[in-house]
């Protein structure tokens, strides 16, 4: 079964300046890389996954469930669409520990108390993620590298279909890129967690994903199979 199956069409227009979202794919992932230069779409493709932004028009499957359809009047909210979320700068709520940050999907408003099984998934992650000794302490408080571990550990918490994740490692320097990089891979593996991830850079297309998407202009210009021995971008 296809994991995305997308056929999805926004324009935006900003005065003089228009763009024309055409984002059509049908993959069976699991591991799906976003290439692209500034500017080609990328973002704007993931909040449509996501539900952050309305398409006008299309279809948008996953996991073989709708999640948007324009002619069926179906569009669901980002809430009850199973998935998580990892944005370019974290977004970590800073008035709440990492624990919390971390147990926020499993939490109502009125009932913030992790109970039972979700108690014990915050305190699994949390060892995972290297995280245990650091679970009091505000996100003003970590380093950077912690600050995207607690922002994987907690768009994951909830065991989502398909994990998003915008430049996850854009705020991050060379060394400690490669070896979240590397984390990524083995929590992938550990969780089997399908993802799509943007990316400018070509190491992180290459050691994560199966398959690249590579945008231009708002749209897929080409889909490359990187199982293929001689597969560029
Ligand atoms: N309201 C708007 N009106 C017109 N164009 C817009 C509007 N909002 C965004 N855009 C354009 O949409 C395009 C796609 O933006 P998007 O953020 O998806 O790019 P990106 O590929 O993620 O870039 P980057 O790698 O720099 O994050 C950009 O060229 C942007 O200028």
Redesign the pocket.
């Known amino acids: 079964m296809s994991l995305i199956e997308a056929n999805l069409k926004l324009t935006?227009?900003?005065g003089a300046?228009?763009?024309e979202l055409h984002l059509q794919l049908d993959t069976e992932g699991p591991v799906l890389a976003l290439f692209?230069?500034?500017?080609?779409?990328?973002?704007?493709?993931l909040q449509l996954l996501a539900g952050l932004r309305r398409p006008d028009s299309g279809q948008l499957r996953i996991g073989g469930r709708t999640l948007f359809d324009s002619a069926r009047g179906i569009n669901l909210p980002p809430q009850e669409r199973e998935l998580g979320y990892v944005f370019q700068d974290y977004a970590l709520f800073p008035h709440m520990t990492v624990q919390q940050n971390i147990g926020f999907a499993l939490t109502r408003w009125f009932r913030p108390q992790l109970k039972g099984g979700n108690a014990r998934r915050v305190g699994e992650l949390l060892d995972r993620f290297d995280l245990a000794d650091v679970a009091q302490a505000r996100p003003a408080d970590l380093s950077g590298g912690q600050r995207q571990r607690v922002a994987v550990a907690r768009a994951i918490a909830s065991k989502p279909k398909l994990l998003l994740l915008d430049?996850p490692f854009a705020a991050l320097d060379t060394l400690l890129r490669r070896e979240l990089r590397e984390q990524l891979k083995v929590w992938q593996r550990l969780w089997r967690i399908p993802m799509v991830i943007?990316s400018?850079d070509p190491e992180d297309v290459f050691s994560l994903a199966d398959q690249a998407l590579v945008?231009h202009g708002?749209h897929i210009a080409k889909t490359v199979d990187l199982h293929q021995k001689d597969a560029t971008l």
């Open positions: 935006l227009q900003d300046r228009r763009f692209g230069a500034s500017g080609s779409g990328k973002t704007l493709s430049e943007i400018h945008m708002g």
